[in-house]
């Protein structure tokens, strides 16, 4: 299913291509997070567009809303979402850690209180797994427990026992035709933990593994501590998938620690906030600096946003609560993503990723509103649990 067609020689960093029922996906590759069957503000049209091989739905959330009768009845995500194209859906492990006030862990699983109603959904490694048959997602998640990444030893100690549980109980459901499962590997900040967690779940032999427990609110060396820590106990010839991340910058390191797979609602997210990315950092659309700038938000991106708009434009749309202004936001963010992704892999087919790497390291300057955005992560979805 994994092939790997190239190693770096001067990093850890890979080449790949993945094989699942709804095509083949290059990688490394970022995936647009659609939690609720959509990428917000973008349509598929322009998610394809964009080059996007690859989109993202969530257990959780999509049992709430629209409900499994429904999607039933639509013929699966792909039908109901109009995607043709591979999908992941994670377990609904980390709602886990980021609705911890709704919620009750059990050996058997996790009873969560509807955001929505106050009604109960129960999600065990059973439920998670018929979900996402249901589904029809080409790459289903096992269902974890995601600790908080400075959980005291012993807490963090029960959720990876819980996690491993699951994780087996996970391999013995029935799947939809074609789809994948990949385990998660938890353990925080404990090296220990995490290395037992990792060599247990390689023994059940998942079709690909996740690298969980990481943009949780840890500081930005843990979290690279973490995956530089974890990816070494993966097998080479399976998936590596850091979830959850990362901003651009992150992005370019985690490659070069060994990642293939990565998600993140940063792109979409901050562009509501009227913050776009560019390959030397961010810029603040709605600030007065742009009242006069005829510029578009990048000179060399050809996404629509930046070939049609300019950045007074859009900070007059963002600053009257005009739609198109978030819009052409997440279309330049999203674009920039998956191109800097296409760039990485160019980079690593030529042989020239090392270079690539410095570079992008000397020009790119994250600002700390976006790290801090990221931190926040949780604390948000807990006041309002969407992407």
């Given amino acids: 299913m994994f092939t790997l067609l190239k190693k770096d020689p001067s990093s850890r960093a890979r080449r790949g291509r993945l094989a699942t029922a709804h095509g083949v996906i290059e990688t490394p590759v970022f995936m647009p997070v659609g939690t609720q069957a959509s990428v917000k503000a973008l349509d598929p049209r322009e998610l394809l567009e964009m080059g996007s091989q690859i989109v993202l739905g969530n257990t959780y959330h999509l049992a709430l809303r629209p409900g499994m009768d429904i999607m039933q009845e639509a013929g699966g995500l792909h039908r109901f979402m109009n995607w043709d194209l591979p999908i992941l859906t994670d377990s609904g492990g980390f709602q886990v850690f980021s609705l911890a006030k709704i919620r009750q862990v059990s050996q058997e699983g996790v009873a969560f209180k509807s955001h929505l109603d106050g009604s109960t959904l129960f999600l065990g490694p059973k439920e998670a797994m018929a979900i996402q048959r249901q589904l029809g997602s080409d790459i289903a998640m096992a269902f974890d427990q995601c600790p908080a990444h400075d959980a005291p030893e012993g807490e963090m100690k029960e959720a990876v026992d819980r996690t491993l549980r699951w994780a087996a109980a996970c391999l013995e459901q029935p799947r939809a035709v074609g789809q994948q499962v990949f385990g998660i590997v938890q353990g925080g900040s404990h090296p220990e933990i995490r290395e037992s967690c990792a060599q247990a779940l390689c023994k059940m032999d998942f079709d690909g593994y996740a690298i969980g427990g990481v943009s949780v609110g840890e500081p930005e060396p843990e979290m690279m501590k973490a995956v530089e820590f974890t990816e070494p106990l993966l097998p080479e010839n399976k998936a590596r998938y850091a979830m959850g991340l990362g901003t651009p910058a992150q992005l370019v390191e985690l490659v070069a620690r060994g990642v293939d797979m990565f998600d993140c609602v940063l792109p979409t997210r ?12 961010t810029i603040s659309i709605k600030a007065g600096y742009n009242k006069r700038d005829w510029r578009p938000i990048e000179e060399d991106c050809n996404c629509y946003a930046c070939q049609h708009f300019t950045r007074a434009y859009l900070r007059h749309l963002l600053n009257v609560n005009e739609i198109l202004g978030l819009r052409m936001l997440s279309v330049h963010n999203s674009h920039m993503y998956l191109a800097l992704m296409r760039d990485i892999r160019r ?7 090392e270079a690539f790497r410095a570079s992008f390291a000397a020009t790119y300057r994250p600002t700390q509103k976006i790290l801090d955005q990221r931190a926040a992560h949780a604390l948000r979805e807990q006041e309002s649990p969407s992407n």
């Avoid at 901050?270 to 950092?281: H, L, P, S």
């Avoid at 980079?347 to 990723?353: I, P, R, V």
């Fill in 270 to 281: 901050v562009a509501r906030n009227g913050t776009a990315f560019t390959k030397e950092g």
């Fill in 347 to 353: 980079h690593l087919d030529e042989g020239t990723f």
